[in-house]
């Protein structure tokens, strides 16, 4: 999608700080970070949201979920971070491009929001 926010990062046509690129998912620090670490992990193949991801590219869904946790363990967060998937404007996706975030470097309540 050319107009795709997601889509011009992973094309390189945006820059973003990149911490993990494959042939598959880019994952980069979020501009406005809601933790010490604030990742997103997006597929570089469009899908709207995460329900798309999985029906229409499963095997998609699981390399994003890998390299979540690749970037996790990059970061030095132990096994502790939250993976966020927000489906929908209302619950705060801004973007409509599948993407995860990875939060971790500090404590979290719940529940969220």
Same mark, same amino acid.
């Given at each position: 999608?050319?107009?795709c926010l997601f889509c011009r990062i992973a094309s390189g046509e945006i820059?973003?700080?990149v911490v993990l690129? @494959?042939?598959?998912?880019?994952a980069f620090r979020d &501009? @406005?970070?809601q933790a010490p670490v604030h990742v997103? &992990?997006?597929p570089i193949e469009h899908h709207t949201n995460v329900?798309?991801?999985s029906a229409k590219a499963p095997h998609l869904t699981s390399k994003l979920i890998d390299a979540a946790?690749?970037?996790?363990?990059?970061?030095g967060l132990d096994d502790q971070y939250r993976l966020v998937f927000n489906t929908g404007a209302d619950v705060?996706?801004?973007v409509f491009h599948v993407h995860a975030h990875v939060l971790g470097g500090r404590n979290f309540a719940w529940p969220p929001g």
């Amino acid at each position: 999608m050319s107009g795709c926010l997601f889509c011009r990062i992973a094309s390189g046509e945006i820059p973003a700080d990149v911490v993990l690129r @494959n042939n598959d998912v880019v994952a980069f620090r979020d &501009v @406005n970070p809601q933790a010490p670490v604030h990742v997103l &992990v997006i597929p570089i193949e469009h899908h709207t949201n995460v329900t798309e991801l999985s029906a229409k590219a499963p095997h998609l869904t699981s390399k994003l979920i890998d390299a979540a946790a690749a970037v996790a363990q990059g970061e030095g967060l132990d096994d502790q971070y939250r993976l966020v998937f927000n489906t929908g404007a209302d619950v705060g996706q801004s973007v409509f491009h599948v993407h995860a975030h990875v939060l971790g470097g500090r404590n979290f309540a719940w529940p969220p929001g």
